[in-house]
């Protein structure tokens, strides 16, 4: 008798058996695929979901040498978000705690870290930097970060007052310059970034965020003892949105 004539008969046969062996004889053909098209049915919702459920990012901060605390967690800038006109169950803030620096500068973490910037400064979709002093510096001088003046407004920069980074134009054009040339400029004489006073050019890049009691509460610094400050990136997307958020941290 041929395979498919044996198959048929043995489905007739089972009509008259108990619900019990039926359901036994299912599953044990069928087991496979049942279990196949679930597998399937769970990944198509779970993309699906992923997609409608997806938040757009308001901003997008490099925390580097940031960890995030256990109780972190998107609700944290809902206040911010909803201030601003923004539906945090559509947006989100994105503060990237992935980015990792160190003194010797040739860690894999190091390079990691480097290239996403260099990354994700070049296709513009960074909106801010947050760290510690040493690191900040860098990037203040090799010209990656924003003239407060130009975000900020006469009453916004007098509120940060005392507060706020400044680095010398006249210098950063050097650094500029030898970056081009591939080589280093040597920033350990550069003025004290609170003395705009002692500058030939001052240019206000960043506010001080040390005593910012919300990144305190919910994140850890590798370098407590640092002063830390945020920037506006030059090539920023939402210049206006990233400075209204470091005026926010400042002031919580």
């Not at 004290?192 to 919300?214: A, F, H």
Request: hydrophobic share 35%.
């Amino acid at each position: 008798m041929a395979a498919m004539d044996e198959f048929k008969d043995e489905r007739e046969s089972i009509k008259n058996k108990p619900l019990k062996y039926r359901i036994a004889y299912f599953w044990d053909y069928y087991k496979w695929y049942v279990i196949g098209g679930i597998a399937a049915v769970i990944v198509i919702v779970s993309t699906i979901k992923g997609i409608v459920t997806a938040k757009d990012t308001a901003v997008y901060a490099a925390m580097i040498n940031y960890t995030e605390n256990v109780d972190y967690s998107d609700d944290v800038f809902e206040d911010f978000l909803k201030m601003n006109d923004v539906d945090p169950k559509k947006n989100m803030i994105n503060l990237d705690t992935t980015l990792y620096l160190t003194e010797s500068g040739w860690s894999p973490a190091d390079v990691q870290s480097v290239q996403k910037l260099s990354v994700l400064l070049a296709a513009g979709d960074l909106d801010s930097i947050v760290t510690g002093a040493p690191y900040f510096q860098k990037y203040a001088y090799q010209g990656y970060l924003t003239d407060l003046r130009d975000v900020c407004d006469e009453d916004e920069l007098k509120s940060i007052e005392g507060d706020i980074y400044y680095i010398d134009g006249a210098i950063s054009k050097l650094v500029i310059e030898a970056m081009d040339d591939n080589k280093e400029y040597d920033l350990s004489e550069a003025p004290d970034p609170g003395r705009p006073e002692d500058m030939e050019e001052p240019i206000p890049v960043g506010i001080r965020l040390t005593d910012s009691k919300l990144l305190d509460a919910h994140f850890e610094y590798s370098y407590p003892a640092e002063e830390r400050y945020g920037s506006v990136v030059i090539n920023s997307k939402r210049p206006g949105m990233t400075k209204d958020l470091l005026m926010y941290l400042y002031k919580y």
